[in-house]
């Protein structure tokens, strides 16, 4: 059974970079039938899909995100990391990783990590 | 991408039916059966109810159940329990190798 669980600042000041690195244990990172990827929900909105990664490195965003999002992976450690850039207040969210196997549907989930954006 | 239409909110009597419909585009829930919803409690991690349309992982109780016709998905509970009461949101595949989730829909059970 996979873990997965998101750790980086619960607080971002505006304007700055918002970063998460999700650890994924119970399982390697690279196997084939896996994407990975990573999902938020504002206070009181619903679910946003940001992100998804392939062991490889092959990433698909959200269109509405993509200038700003950076999904890497780093195999060695079986983790892979969220980077946000330029954050307002309506990035607040929490943020989840995922797995999500055989590219159709999300198996795990992390915890959920609140991220702030204020100064 | 646009989110995918759900109502945002439905709800039923313990032991009545209700059904849940996820309403996208011929770029997404359309043109793929990959379409999943999840049962989401606040608090705690969603959990997947139904998989690529009409799936049940296993062990999950058949009294969910999942349909398409065309651009739209649904999501059906039948003899409906206290427990079932929560957020439910869809997702699917999109033609731009994303995936794109429902606003959701607070199911309450009367």
């Known amino acids: 059974q996979l873990r997965l669980q998101e750790s980086g600042p619960g607080l971002v000041k505006p304007s700055e970079t918002l970063s998460l690195t999700c650890t994924v244990s119970g399982g390697s990172i690279s196997r084939s039938n896996y994407y990975w990827g990573w999902i938020r929900q504002p206070p009181g909105k619903g679910l946003e899909w940001i992100g998804t990664i392939y062991y490889s490195g092959n990433t698909y965003y959200n269109p509405s995100l993509k200038s700003r999002v950076t999904i890497s992976v780093d195999t060695s450690k079986n983790q892979f990391s969220l980077k946000l850039s330029s954050v307002t207040a309506a990035d607040t969210a929490v943020y989840s990783c995922v797995s999500i196997l055989e590219s159709t549907r999300i198996d795990y989930w992390g915890q959920g990590a609140l991220v702030t954006v204020s100064s | 991408q646009s989110a995918l239409t759900q109502p945002a909110s439905v709800s039923g009597s313990p032991g009545q039916s209700i059904t849940i419909s996820c309403t996208g585009t011929s770029s997404d829930v359309g043109d793929y059966n990959y379409v999943s919803w999840y049962q989401h409690h606040p608090g705690k991690a969603p959990k997947l109810m139904i998989y690529?349309?009409?799936m049940r992982p296993s062990g999950l109780s058949n009294r969910f159940s999942g349909s398409k016709s065309g651009n739209t998905a649904s999501l059906t509970i039948s003899g409906l329990q206290a427990e079932d009461e929560a957020d439910y949101y869809c997702s699917s595949y999109t033609s731009r190798s994303t995936w794109v989730f429902g606003g959701g829909t607070k199911l309450t059970v009367l």
């Open positions: 690529d349309v009409t």
